[in-house]
């Protein structure tokens, strides 16, 4: 009798924080957009954040899907599994985010400042980073597959083990990349300069595209097959 009384009293002390804690959470929720705010786990698709000011910002879990942050400050942001699914962030300011297994298809990053930013994890396919800055990023085991990073900057990032199935480089700044283990089925890298690349074997050189300006690290040839004719 006394073992079930302790339960009872237990079950209404966590139902009580439950009800407590739920309307706390709701009204962070309402929370207008500036720097440091929590919306951790708030529904904020399609919201129109243009220019907002977002810095420090927590948005983990939080559903920023179709949402328009074109150039928002977001310098610093915890969005550790955000969803960003078509979200437009071009020319936004992402410098810093931790942005570890952050969801998204088609993710609009053109122009963005992703320096130091850390996409660990990150599923991105088919984003667009045309032109971003993504200086000393962290894309770990990030799947890439299909995304266009022509033109962008990735020196000193890290894709180890990425997923780049596809995924296009032309013209993309490359010096200093780490690239051990990262699958490159038919990955796109015609006149790129990969000489400065490092991790790069001839295996995954062979199943990637390039062509007579593509430029390999030393050691490494270009394969009979390029450049391709598909992908």
């Not at 929720?29 to 951790?40: A, K, L, S």
């Not at 062979?206 to 009979?224: F, Q, R, S, Y």
């Amino acid at each position: 009798m006394a073992t079930g009384k302790v339960l009872l009293r237990l079950g209404l002390t966590f139902a009580l924080i439950f009800v407590l804690e739920a309307p706390v959470a709701l009204a962070k929720c309402r929370d207008r957009p500036e720097p440091g705010v929590d919306w951790t786990r708030c529904e904020k698709e399609r919201l129109i954040l243009r220019q907002a000011d977002l810095s420090g910002a927590i948005l983990e879990r939080t559903d920023l899907s179709d949402a328009d942050m074109t150039e928002a400050k977001l310098t610093g942001a915890k969005m550790v599994q955000a969803n960003l699914a078509r979200t437009r962030l071009h020319g936004a300011d992402l410098s810093g985010a931790n942005m570890t297994k952050v969801r998204g298809d088609r993710t609009e990053f053109q122009g963005a400042n992703l320096s130091r930013v850390n996409l660990t994890k990150a599923e991105l396919p088919r984003a667009n980073l045309t032109g971003a800055d993504l200086t000393g990023a962290d894309l770990g085991k990030a799947e890439v597959g299909r995304a266009v990073f022509t033109e962008a900057r990735l020196s000193g990032a890290n894709l180890r083990y990425a997923y780049l199935a596809r995924a296009i480089f032309r013209g993309a700044k490359l010096d200093g990349v780490n690239l051990a283990g990262a699958y490159m089925l038919l990955t796109h890298f015609e006149g790129t300069d990969l000489s400065g690349a490092t991790g790069l074997t001839q295996d995954q050189i062979e199943i990637a595209c390039g062509d007579d300006a593509t430029k390999l690290p030393a050691g490494l040839t270009a394969p009979a097959t390029w450049p391709c004719t598909g992908g």
